[in-house]
């Protein structure tokens, strides 16, 4: 059974950095795109970055372009998100969402690609001072 789990959350002041993990279990990532999406309080989920199977097209929201960063260790089954120069308008529960897929170069920050099964429960990010 596919399960991811997000880790690496937690309270951060501005101008701070963290670095979310996301580890699957149940199946392996080698075949898997990856999107790391968020949601905060009252808005809408958005996509923040995407990685395709492959590791080698990645993409960025423009709110976090130049500030995250996506990565993948098939080797350990985990993706991260290295964050840097957070900002308050960062703070929201990020998620992490797996799909199967043939295309290696490929991948999306659109929820709908994932599906409903390939989701994290989440990790919280708060940045505040």
């Known amino acids: 059974q596919l399960q991811l789990v997000e880790s690496g959350g937690g309270l951060v002041q501005p101008g701070g950095s963290l670095r979310l993990s996301c580890a699957a279990s149940g199946f392996t990532l080698d075949y898997y795109a990856i999107g790391w999406f968020r949601q905060a309080p009252g808005k809408e989920r958005e996509g923040v970055s995407c990685?395709?199977?492959?590791?080698?097209?990645?993409n960025y929201a423009d709110s976090v372009k130049g500030r995250f960063t996506i990565s993948r260790d098939n080797a350990k089954n985990t993706v991260y998100l290295q964050m840097n120069s957070l900002r308050p308008e960062d703070t929201a529960v990020y998620y992490c969402?797996?799909?199967?897929?043939?295309?290696?170069?490929?991948?999306?920050?659109?929820?709908?690609?994932?599906?409903?099964?390939?989701w994290g429960k989440g990790t919280l990010v708060t940045v505040s001072s």
């Open positions: 990685a395709s199977s492959s590791g080698g097209r990645t």
């Open positions: 969402a797996a799909v199967f897929t043939t295309f290696q170069a490929m991948c999306s920050m659109t929820a709908a690609y994932y599906g409903m099964d390939g």
